[in-house]
């Protein structure tokens, strides 16, 4: 049976991963495991910067964004030799198993180390919510908040000067956040990868029309990597009676104190993870399906089809 379990984050970092941590910590040390916690994500394992705790370790950072045991990006992961040396690190020190915090690119570090020996489990880490064998990433729900009030501000000051806000929401390809984001604030366009501006005549018009009802301002949400919202706004400026002012939310996006439903979630996940461990169950990531707790192999949860959410397009259109 284990006895000595890692834990890491890795990727970028998402509000409600110190819950994870700390339900992870106290499941392990209820079932007198010992602990050990990685920091700065794969690098701690090749630097050897790991040490074990004990059942209190960051229980203060519940209500803490970020992670606390740092996390970083190490390519060269890709590398066999490379994670050889991490998975020597851990069998001198007798860990046997791991658990990992992080988005598709970390469960495939996850599965390749479970390969060579190392049992792994993934928990579902990413604002991004791009996690298809889950319903819910832990830090979606976070960032969410964060956007909409975010949208709502720009709001705001667009209605006080009758003006037009272009948005850039972050998501890494992924339009969770922007679509979610959209219903959340009666947003007036919504444009993403499953949504994209085809037609830009169509939406002047679009435009010209709302500023010819009398319409005091209008929000167009862009998910990034989509198109270019400075060429936009320029757009927009020279072809429609709006003025615009196009703002990229950026990395404020990332942080702040993870939500109450976060927490929860991200506390059931971490504690999950070593329950499975401690029946022998590796190579697989959990997440949430339905609010109820389930794993997958991680080969297969890689390959799923992320859910489109394409009703809630239509949704947007009752509210245009
Ligand atoms: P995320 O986990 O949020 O998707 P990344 O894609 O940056 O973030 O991956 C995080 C880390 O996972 C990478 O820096 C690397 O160390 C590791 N990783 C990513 N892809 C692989 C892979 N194919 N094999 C082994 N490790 C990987
Ligand atoms: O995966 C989370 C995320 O915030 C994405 O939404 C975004 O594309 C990316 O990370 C930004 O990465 P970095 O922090 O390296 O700029």
Redesign the pocket.
């Known amino acids: 049976m284990v006895k000595k379990i890692g834990i890491l984050t890795?990727?970028?970092d998402a509000p409600g991963m110190n819950a994870a941590v700390i339900g992870a910590i106290k499941a392990g040390c209820a079932l007198n495991k010992d602990m050990y916690v990685v920091y700065d994500?794969?690098k701690g394992l090749i630097t050897n910067n790991f040490k074990k705790v004990d059942s209190k370790f960051i229980e203060e950072k519940m209500n803490v964004g970020g992670t606390a045991i740092k996390t970083a990006?190490?390519?060269e992961?890709?590398e066999e030799s490379v994670r050889a040396k991490a998975v020597e690190a851990l069998k001198n020190e007798g860990v046997e198993a791991l658990i990992v915090i992080?988005?598709?690119?970390?469960y495939?570090?996850a599965k390749?180390l479970t390969e060579m020996g190392i049992n792994c489990i993934g928990i579902p880490g990413?604002i991004d919510n791009d996690i298809a064998s889950s319903d819910y990433t832990v830090g979606f729900d976070t960032a969410l908040n964060t956007v909409v009030e975010a949208i709502d501000r720009v709001r705001e000051t667009m209605t006080s000067h009758n003006r037009c806000g272009i948005i850039e929401i972050m998501g890494n390809h992924c339009p969770d956040l922007t679509i979610f984001a959209g219903l959340a604030t009666n947003a007036d366009e919504i444009f993403t990868v499953d949504h994209p501006l085809e037609d830009k005549a169509a939406l002047y018009e679009r435009m010209n029309k709302a500023y010819d009802e009398g319409r005091d301002s209008f929000i167009i949400l862009v998910a990034e990597k989509l198109l270019n919202t400075k060429e936009l706004e320029k757009d927009l400026n020279e072809n429609t009676k709006w003025e615009a002012r196009a703002t990229v939310l950026g990395h404020i996006q990332r942080g702040g104190k993870p939500t109450a439903m976060e927490r929860v979630n991200a506390f059931r996940m971490g504690a999950y993870a070593v329950s499975l461990l401690d029946e022998g169950i590796g190579g697989v990531c959990v997440g949430l399906h339905e609010n109820k707790l389930v794993y997958t192999d991680i080969y297969d949860a890689l390959k799923l089809e992320r859910d489109k959410h394409l009703e809630f397009y239509k949704l947007h259109d009752l509210v245009k």
């Open positions: 890795s990727g970028g994500g794969y990006r190490l390519p992961f890709k992080g988005g598709d690119g970390s495939m570090g390749k990413t």
